[in-house]
């Protein structure tokens, strides 16, 4: 099947600092990424989708300007959380479609972001 | 209209037994309709799919059933096993949840297969 990876698969930063979580499709092109966010007990959380070389579109309540998201090749996309603070700690999760099957979504194993 | 509702929201079965998991849609335009295993500190994997021209589909233990004009889908899993203890969501989107087409996802189900 396709897989997806993300690195970190955890990370502890303290609060202000700005923390980079990478997606990648490893054995496929993904012309579209998506970052999910999860707390504890919840469902996902679209948070933004990116097409590969454009910018990224923020669901209602994102702030683009806190989450940067960069979709420079077809197998890379990252998350970068600027300025974090403690209310940022979540279970950060992408997801790639693209070439392989008929489009649809594959996950990646998610990143644990703590800020103290 | 773009929530699926999804139930119950925990639910314990004993080894052995069927283990079942409703979900309604409002979006009469969703055609692509998956269901996700989520385990502890785990990416969500698919675990089956359906498409709206077929009422059911079966993988192994896994079946779902589709009723179009209800706008409901369940996932049915038989013969639990203590392995299957994980939370399921189920999810809705048009075409396959790829590109621009959002995948919206229920608010999930927290399984516990007692052995």
């Known amino acids: 099947g396709a897989v997806v990876s993300q690195h970190p698969s955890w990370v502890i930063c303290k609060s202000g600092t700005s923390v980079k979580i990478e997606c990648r499709s490893l054995?496929?092109?993904?012309?579209?990424m998506f970052w999910y966010r999860q707390f504890p007990k919840q469902s996902l959380m679209l948070m933004a989708t990116?097409?590969?070389?454009?910018?990224?579109?923020?669901e209602q309540g994102v702030e683009k300007d806190k989450f940067l998201i960069n979709h420079a090749s077809l197998t890379l996309s990252t998350l970068t959380v600027t300025s974090a603070h403690p209310e940022d700690s979540s279970f950060y999760i992408c997801?790639?479609?693209?070439?392989?099957?008929?489009?649809?979504?594959?996950f990646g194993p998610g990143t644990r972001l703590t800020v103290l | 209209q773009q929530q699926v509702k999804q139930s119950p929201q925990s639910l314990i079965v004993q080894k052995g037994g069927i283990s079942i998991i409703n979900c309604a849609y409002e979006?009469?335009?969703?055609?692509?309709f998956p269901w996700y295993q989520q385990f502890p500190g785990k990416g969500p994997a698919l675990l089956i799919a359906i498409r709206p021209d077929v009422s059911e589909k079966k993988e192994g233990r896994f079946t779902i059933s589709f009723n179009k004009s209800a706008k409901q889908f369940s996932l049915h899993i038989m013969d639990s096993q203590p392995g299957d203890s994980a939370t399921y969501f189920c999810a809705a989107s048009r075409g396959y949840g790829g590109a621009t087409n959002k995948l919206i996802f229920g608010t999930g189900t927290l399984l516990a297969v007692q052995p």
């Open positions: 979006n009469t335009a969703f055609d692509y």
């Open positions: 997801s790639a479609a693209g070439t392989r099957g008929r489009g649809e979504q594959f």
């Open positions: 054995d496929f092109q993904a012309t579209t």
């Open positions: 990116s097409n590969e070389g454009s910018k990224a579109t923020y």
